[in-house]
């Protein structure tokens, strides 16, 4: 079993930036991929930013150039840099792990982007 623990959500101001955590424990043997999504009221769950076992990156075009997905292995946490922020951004971000067959996922944390 693996546990994921997020961290970092709050309300920030258009423009404003923000950085949350992913500190994954537990039965960690080979992550396949570890990332983030969010779901925005009304909306369903999409990617947002993630790792794959190669090494390579993915993000949503919606964040491509203000978000910034990064690790640090030796900890098995995962963090999300989010830069110049807009309302559109508000959601619940959840942290996401795939190992095995397995997939995981945080109990979220929230982000609200508003004047």
């Known amino acids: 079993q693996v546990h994921l623990v997020e961290s970092g959500g709050g309300l920030v101001q258009p423009g404003g930036s923000l950085r949350l955590s992913c500190a994954a424990s537990g039965s960690i043997l080979s992550i396949n991929r570890m990332g983030w999504y969010r779901q925005a009221p009304g909306k369903e769950r999409e990617l947002v930013a993630e790792f794959t076992h190669g090494g390579t990156t993915n993000y949503a075009d919606s964040v491509k150039g203000r978000f910034t997905i990064s690790r640090d292995s030796t900890k098995n946490t995962a963090y999300l840099q989010m830069n110049s922020l807009k309302p559109e951004d508000t959601a619940v971000y959840y942290c996401?792990?795939?190992?095995?067959?397995?997939?995981?996922w945080g109990q979220g944390t929230q982000v609200t982007v508003s004047s």
């Open positions: 996401n792990l795939r190992q095995w067959g397995s997939e995981y």
